[in-house]
């Protein structure tokens, strides 16, 4: 059993943010890791991304966006609530190295997936822009801690409420066109969003890395659950990723396998909306 | 009547008795067990066919020599709790190996009864005296050695693990399992299912190892959380790896991410380890097909196909691409699956797999085949017919193709040498790997095989570590 130490509700209670006591994860985490939590006996096992670590006090913060049962169920735990498993750090950390501009694009709560490898790359002595996007100014996550993380921060909504009116992809087309020598982009948010910035990236022929999220069970390796065609072939997310060259992902097949169980996953909701109330 | 001897008696010819089980019909709608086990009645008159020889050929056929004519005769004369303590001695989970062990090619089938008649059932038997104790409901706890003060730690909580963590407990060691899934007994937890060997067998006995004192650690992933080295540094002076062959295996042939086209062991644990037979009382999914192909024909397709008919499909079909001699399920498996209305298209293997707009499967193209010369495994080599493509219509497809190691732990691992499909290499007697300090038995070291054997290689493990905690042996192969 893990205790939650905090909470933090966010983006008009639609995103929540959690600080668990979990000693040894914390102690071995690096960016890019993920961990799998059941939250209870009758749990789905869900894979949901460090969005920060404090070895020292043991804990880590996860963030999620409230998206059906067992998000759901997430959220209904308050401050000193435990949850029956975390088992991580799972997935391979991402490669740091020195390369000179990084661009780091986060979507949604891609974001909270962002944010820790924004700040490994600026620790690292890259020159760091990021952009974050959002649907609005209310949904807007870890805008502080971005702008922290990074050199340049730039911020879009979809209806303008805030920061540039549109998408990601077209401060990134900006930023590509002014010359700026950029030897990466890392992109991480919903699947449209990521396939937009890859489509782009490939025009400028510049590196692109993405972190994919297909449905998981195990994420040891172990069921086959998570497989992901990259350049052609069949890869296990959880143990080969979750990050990828995005110019070699399928996205189209991706979308449809995280479809699968949308009519199990709203009989899930509806009768766990019919037990609480509200 | 209890001190009357087998031995010696006359013996009128009783048949091998059958256990009871529930009807095909009535099966397939519950995820229940479909065997009810022998009566105390029924257990004595089979226990009465066994010879008692002097010569008893079923010892050397059970891989880890169970006393079988000794606990036969405590069951004939009605001792059942002997007859369970004198199984203990050489098993730890009889229940288990009663229900699982594939008998027919070990004890039975060396059986010297068996070459005239039926052999004796001994794994009914054996299942039938565990379940037996199990309901007393006072399962003995046996007196530990004296402290050592060495630490082990187990990796994997499958059969091979579980039987060496309560061989080293009981020798005095401390003993700790790190699981990577969050409930412990390996396949017999996430593969098998709840209608072959019921789970609450499976968590009687690791309650069993955790009233010894084994701290279990599960939802801790070796090679993660903890690296091998990590482990020796942090003072255990031993380390097994019972890792299991837990990497599935496809086909690669196009077409195979379609939704709706599980590998065995997702499909397995959703329903299994999850529960989401139980959906959505429990909240993981499953894909519950109407039209269902299972691809392979071994105890795992079984297993997946009868897994289907429960979960609501009417068509069940088994494609394998040779021929019925070479399946190498169990019999029973084979005859349980096919009294339950599995169909069976041998000579047969799928080249493409079809989808529609969403991405989920509608069927499979397959091609007939033909058997050739005898393979490096013996068998017939399969070869396509040209010319005899034709198209099966499914909306569910199980690839139950075999299994493979998977390489999460040996690679972060050094000087831990593999062979060249990638599974760890260990002695054959004793479990020792190349990497100091560290054993490992089981499906990681043989490739998929069977539970009995792995249990096997856990006591060949557990004896060579204990030599080697207690005198201090410094060479290492
Ligand atoms: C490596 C990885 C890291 C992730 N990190 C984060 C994160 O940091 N924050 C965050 O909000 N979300 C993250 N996700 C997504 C998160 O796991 C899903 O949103 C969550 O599982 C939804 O569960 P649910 O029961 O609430 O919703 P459901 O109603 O069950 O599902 C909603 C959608 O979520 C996806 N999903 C469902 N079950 C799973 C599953 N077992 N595994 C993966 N996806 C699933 C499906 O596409 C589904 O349509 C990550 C996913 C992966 C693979
Ligand atoms: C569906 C199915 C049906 C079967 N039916 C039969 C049968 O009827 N009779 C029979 O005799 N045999 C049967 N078998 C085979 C038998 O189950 C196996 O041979 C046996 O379980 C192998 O035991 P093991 O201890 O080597 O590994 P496993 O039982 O595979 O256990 C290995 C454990 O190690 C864990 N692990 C792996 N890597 C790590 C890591 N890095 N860190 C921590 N933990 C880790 C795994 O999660 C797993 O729990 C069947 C197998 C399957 C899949
Ligand atoms: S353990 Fe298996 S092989 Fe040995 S006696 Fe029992 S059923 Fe037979
Ligand atoms: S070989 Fe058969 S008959 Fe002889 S002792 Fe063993 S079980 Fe009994
Ligand atoms: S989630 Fe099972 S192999 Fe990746």
Redesign the pocket.
Known sequence: MFRILEKREMAERT?CEFKIEVPDIAKKAQPGQ?VVIRANETG??????M?GTDPEAGTIN?????????????RSFEEGDEISDIIGP??VPTHVEKLGTVMCVGGG?GV??MYPITKAYKEAGNHVIAIIGARTKDLLILEEEMKAASHDLRVTTDDGSYGHHGFVTDVLKQILDGGDDVKLVVAIGPVPMMKFVCKMTKEYDVKTVV???????D?TGMCGA?RVSVAGKTRF??VE??EFDGHQVDFEELVKR??A??TE??V??DRFMGQIPE | MAEEKAKGKKKEKVPRQKMLEQKPEDRVQNFDEVPFGYTPELARLEAGRCLQCKKPKCIDGCPVEIDIPAFIQLIYEGDFMGAAHKLKEQNSLPAICGRVCPQEDQCEKVCILGKKDEPVAVGRLERFTADWERAQGEIEIPEKDPPTGKRVAVVGSGPAGLTLAGDLIKKGHEVTIFEALHKTGGVLVYGIPEFRLPKAIVQAEVDYLAQLGVEIKAGHVIGRIKTVDELSEEGYDAIFLGLGAGLPLFMNIPGENLCGIYSANEYLTRSNLMKAYLFPEY?TPIAKGKNVTVLGAGNVSMDSARTALRLGADKVRIVYRRSRVEMPARIEEVHHAEEEGVEFHLLTTPTRCMGDDDGWVTGMECIRMELGEPDESGRRRPIPIKGSEFSMDCDLVVVAIGAGANPLLPTTTPGLELNKRGYIVADEEDGKTTKKGVWAGGDIVTGSATVILAMGAGRHAANSMHDYLMNGQTTWP
């Open positions: 995103v993920f789905e096992r869900i894979p949901l991304t969005a996860i963030i999620f966006q409230v998206v059906g049962k067992t998000t759901g169920l997430l799972l997935g709560t909270a997936v972190s994919l999220n297909p449905i998981m069970v994420a998570c997310c959880c990723g979750p995280q479809r169980y949308l996953e709203k899930s909701l | 909240d």
